[in-house]
């Protein structure tokens, strides 16, 4: 799966005069960001719709967990099948089949308002899997546009900044999309707006991208594309079924068998084949490994920081505003973060960058590991910001840092190669930040009920409902239960209690990665130095 020269790998159906898409950059890359918006729409939209999805289909908290993961799962175990597909057959093909699957997936999850009770939240699950597929698609398909339409690796910087930032700004329109949808409709049309959004860019990507393809001749991986979606797949179920049943059940355990299996076999069998769908050796660069791991663990804290505040804003019951109002600040930083950094990496070296804006973040993290439901809203807002400033420009850097880092023929390789780590990292997130919130929520349960006046018999009722149920789900039916005891105080500020030690957590590895980065930028231009010093 790699990209050959730009002579030869872009070919364009658009008619007999073949233009070259390098004269057309500005609207090809604005169609390349406009996909990667479709994909990300419904993300948000189903975050910010968790407490309303959950009293519609009584789901538990872990049923609302595969309405994020059934979306990012697809992204991550079919994202490496959808890019060499594209290299293959046409990137407009590809880019074409994302957006219908965007589209079906919209219909589907939207169709679960015509159905009754629990089995609603099935539709949802089938939807947010179509649209999950759609954006394996666009992901890839997308940046390798930008990347070979933009063959000079500043301006194709600040291109893949721009695309990051659309990827955020998605996330920011659909927050504030879906809190009017339920300020003004029923709750399944939170799923909508990305069947209009998937029909427009369809229409516009047809038109504007010309047809290019790299490796046209080279044969399939499909034992490779078996094998890591089968492998990602049980690894991120594996972890999710953990956090609900377990991690000594036997799902959870067959699971993680599987993938390792698959994983391992993946590995076997990619080192063997002569045309790979990704080639290994990439990973011997270390530049490129280590913006693969920033990759994989800033997009697990961003999806797994949303998660966690998702659940949080539920248990100060706040409006469907009022949590896009908070989310606005996380995420209008993360669009500002990225356009510092395409700014930034006109200057400055991308490891540099990277090392700089994961210091940010941990920091940030940090700070927003005081979150308070007595805090001033001013106080919780501007620690959104600052973090999704950090997580922004972490993300736009990363997969700059990471295409850069390989020769332009591999540009399309690495994309699809950081983009599956970093889906992959995602689809863990909400699992893991949920496991780590929910065990350290419930450990401050019982000083957070003692601290509001509730001991005794009915501290350890309350307890008991929690344990069974999870402090999302218990702590609503304990409150149903015992209106007299007032758990609301109780309840949100064990969830603050949780949420804080995951922030704190996700602090930690930044500013651990921060550091590698940095000593790899010393590293690397000591060693050109060196090599320098030799030559002359």
């Known amino acids: 799966m790699s990209v050959r020269s730009d002579e030869t790998a872009l070919r364009s159906d658009e008619g007999p005069s073949e233009e070259n898409p390098k004269q057309r950059t500005g609207p090809i890359a604005a169609v390349a960001c406009a996909g990667i918006f479709v994909g990300y729409l419904p993300i948000m939209a189903a975050t910010v719709g968790l407490s309303e999805i959950a009293r519609a289909t009584q789901a538990s908290a872990s049923d609302l967990e595969w309405v994020v993961s059934m979306l990012v799962l697809p992204m991550a175990a079919l994202i490496l099948a959808f890019g060499a597909w594209a290299e293959k057959w046409g990137r407009r093909r590809v880019l074409t089949a994302g957006l219908v699957l965007a589209f079906v997936g919209g219909v589907v999850a939207t169709s679960a308002g015509l159905v009754d009770g629990d089995s609603a939240i099935y539709f949802i699950w089938v939807g947010q899997g179509l649209a999950g597929a759609g954006a394996a698609a666009l992901i890839p398909t997308t940046l390798s546009i930008i990347s070979v339409a933009q063959p000079d690796h500043r301006r194709r910087a600040v291109l893949i900044a721009a695309w990051s930032g659309a990827m955020m700004a998605a996330m920011a329109v659909a927050a504030y999309v879906s809190a ?8 399944y049309w939170l799923f909508s707006p990305v069947l209009v959004a998937a029909a427009l860019v ?19 991986d499909v034992p490779g594309q078996i094998l890591t979606a ?46 790979p769908l990704l080639d290994l050796r990439v990973f011997s660069n270390i530049n490129f490994s280590m913006s693969a791991l920033v990759a994989a663990i800033a997009m697990f804290a961003y ?16 409006s469907p505003i009022e949590v896009a109002n908070r989310y606005i600040f996380i995420i209008g930083g993360s669009v500002l973060g990225s356009n510092i950094a395409g700014r930034t990496l ?3 070296n991308a490891q540099s960058v990277l090392a700089a804006a994961c210091v940010w973040t941990a920091l940030a993290m940090a700070v ?38 390989v020769p332009f023929q591999q540009a399309g390789m690495a994309s699809a190669a950081i983009n599956a780590v970093r889906q992959t990292g995602g689809a863990l997130g909400p699992a893991v930040f949920s496991i780590m919130s929910a065990s350290w929520a419930l450990s401050a349960l019982p000083d957070k009920l003692l601290d509001a006046g509730v001991d005794g018999p009915s501290s350890a009722a309350v307890e008991e409902i929690v344990e069974s149920q999870g402090i999302q789900h218990g702590g609503a039916v304990a409150q149903a239960r015992f209106p007299e005891l007032g758990l609301h105080n109780a309840l949100s500020g064990a969830q603050a209690h949780g949420f804080s030690l995951a922030a704190v957590a996700a602090a930690i590895v930044f500013g651990l990665l921060g550091i590698g980065c940095a000593v790899l930028r010393v590293v690397g231009r000591r060693g050109a130095s060196e090599e320098t010093v030799s030559l002359t």
Do not use: C, M
């Open 202 to 220: 369809l229409v516009l990507g047809v038109r504007l991208v010309p047809e290019s393809r790299g490796g046209a001749g080279a044969p399939l």
């Open 303 to 318: 999806l797994g920081v949303n998660f966690g505040l998702a659940l949080y804003f539920s248990a100060l019951d706040l």
């Open 230 to 275: 089968l492998g990602v797949a049980a690894l991120v179920y594996g972890v999710i079924n953990g956090g609900a049943e377990g991690f000594s059940s036997g799902k959870s355990i067959a699971a993680f068998i599987v993938a390792v299996v698959a994983i391992g076999g993946f590995i076997v069998v990619e080192l063997r084949s002569t045309a």
């Open 368 to 405: 927003l590991s005081f979150i308070d439901a007595d805090a001033p809203v001013w106080q919780a807002d501007l620690r959104l910001l600052l973090t999704g400033i950090g997580i922004g420009g972490v993300l736009a850097t990363v997969t700059a840092a990471a295409v850069n880092a």
């Open 346 to 348: 006109h200057r400055f």
């Open 180 to 187: 009017l949808i339920l300020d003004l409709l029923s709750w």
